[in-house]
T-cell receptor, first 112, second 113 residues
Framework: AQSVTQLGSHVSVSEGALVLLRCNYS??????LFWYVQYPNQGLQLLLKYTSAATLVKGINGFEAEFKKSETSFHLTKPSAHMSDAAEYFCAVSADTDKLIFGTGTRLQVFP | NAGVTQTPKFRVLKTGQSMTLLCAQD?????MYWYRQDPGMGLRLIHY???????AKGEVPDGYNVSRLKKQNFLLGLESAAPSQTSVYFC????????????FGPGTRLTVL
């Protein structure tokens, strides 16, 4: 069965520092993988998705993620954090043809 | 183009009361989903629909019912609300299932006393 694990429910970084949010997945078939972001009091919106076309995926707002099959990982990174990046981030994996399984989320705090 | 809208935005119920949450999308999407979001538990799928007239159970369906009589609308019902159903509910829609981007509504914050 497919599953996704996000390591670290809270991550804190200083403005300008590297952002690294971890996601590991389990899937019996080639997965589709997603990162979504949720700003306070809003719904989720797509940051980026992996669909097997390229292992390094670039998303909005300077974020990118690398699919590593050998490590079953899809970690999200951004070279330099901005105050506006403070939000909750969710990793998700395709469960079957119809639906996704979401991780428990990582709340990112950015300090000045 | 409003995207995905949810009605109401906030609601307080007493234990045992019933209510219906409405989700509407104007993107002609086939797939629609209802999730609940609880602290530390991420998003959990309640029910979903792969097209007009269809519904299917998700991870946490107990205590909820759904209907998709029109393609653009997906209703979530609570027949007898319980405090355990206090949560934030999100609706989402997409065109192509699990390979496609899901578009989320702004959420409904429900409190059951």
């Amino acid at each position: 069965a497919q599953s996704v694990t996000q390591l670290g429910s809270h991550v804190s970084v200083s403005e300008g520092a590297l952002v690294l949010l971890r996601c590991n997945y389990s899937s019996s078939v080639p997965p589709y993988l997603f990162w979504y972001v949720q700003y306070p009091n809003q719904g989720l919106q797509l940051l980026l998705k992996y669909t097997s076309a390229a292992t390094l995926v670039k998303g909005i707002n300077g974020f990118e993620a690398e699919f590593k099959k050998s490590e079953t990982s899809f970690h999200l990174t951004k070279p330099s954090a901005h105050m506006s990046d403070a939000a909750e981030y969710f990793c998700a994996v395709s469960a079957d043809t119809d639906k996704l399984i979401f991780g428990t989320g990582t709340r990112l705090q950015v300090f000045p | 183009n409003a995207g995905v809208t949810q009605t109401p935005k906030f609601r307080v119920l007493k234990t045992g009361q019933s209510m219906t949450l409405l989700c509407a999308q104007d993107m002609n999407h086939e797939y629609m989903y209802w999730y609940r979001q609880d602290p530390g538990m991420g998003l959990r799928l309640i029910h979903y629909s792969v097209g007009e007239g269809t519904t299917a159970k998700g991870e946490v369906p107990d205590g909820y019912n759904v209907s998709r009589l029109k393609k653009q609308n997906f209703l979530l019902g609570l027949e007898s609300a319980a405090p355990s159903q206090t949560s934030v509910y999100f609706c989402a829609s997409c065109y192509g299932g699990s390979t496609d981007t899901q578009y989320f509504g702004p959420g409904t914050r429900l409190t059951v006393l």
